[in-house]
């Protein structure tokens, strides 16, 4: 992702003014990484041009419930609720195909709704049954899906990932660092 995104901070960059510190300090807020670590210092290159004082709520928005509904062999179906920071209450929806090895290969954004509850809402074909899940393992599987998709260079995901791909890893990080990377094996203890 580095290689991909490096020329278009480097065109804000270039461009310069307000928009382009804005835009360079939000990655930077975000994305802990080597695109992080960039986007700042383009964005401290721009000295003439002043930083928005909403840049400091960029990646603050955490997940605070999380539903899924699952059809054995198709995937899984994942609504994650932001709590609205500012006057942006939002849930993330992602689809999760099994049929292409577990990849995002929807993402979109919809307003709150309770899925749990879903009369007089608008559903496709109605057979829909969303549950409650944890948000912290919700998070961790969105995030898989997105490295999966991210692997395959995204060539079977709609415009939607890349459109809401950002947004999606900023709502999933908070939780996502909750976990250790890799599961801890139990320790057997011998009496």
Not at 4 to 12: E, H, N, T
Not at 87 to 92: L, P, T
Not at 107 to 121: F, Y
Not at 143 to 159: E, P, Q, S, V
């Amino acid at each position: 992702m580095f290689f991909l995104a490096r020329p278009i901070l480097d065109s804000f960059a270039e461009v310069g003014g307000d928009g382009a510190k804005a835009a360079l300090a939000a990655v930077a807020q975000i994305d802990g990484g080597r695109l992080g670590s960039l986007a700042r210092e383009l964005a401290d290159s721009l000295d003439d041009a002043t930083t928005p004082d909403w840049i400091a709520q960029v990646g603050t928005a955490t997940i605070v419930r999380a539903f899924s509904d699952r059809a054995r062999g198709d995937g899984e179906a994942l609504l994650l609720e932001a709590d609205g920071v500012g006057e942006s209450a939002h849930m993330v929806a992602v689809f999760i195909d099994a049929k292409l090895g577990g990849m995002a290969k929807h993402l979109s954004l919809t307003r709150p709704l309770d899925p749990l509850n879903l009369a007089g809402e608008s559903i496709d074909d109605g057979s829909l049954m969303f549950k409650k899940v944890d948000p912290v393992l919700a998070c961790r599987r969105v995030r898989a899906a997105i490295k999966r998709t991210d692997d395959g260079l995204g060539m079977l995901a709609d415009d939607g990932f890349a459109y809401y791909r950002a947004l999606a890893i900023a709502r999933t990080t908070h939780h996502v660092a909750r976990l250790p990377l890799t599961p801890r094996r139990p320790t057997r203890t011998t009496s």
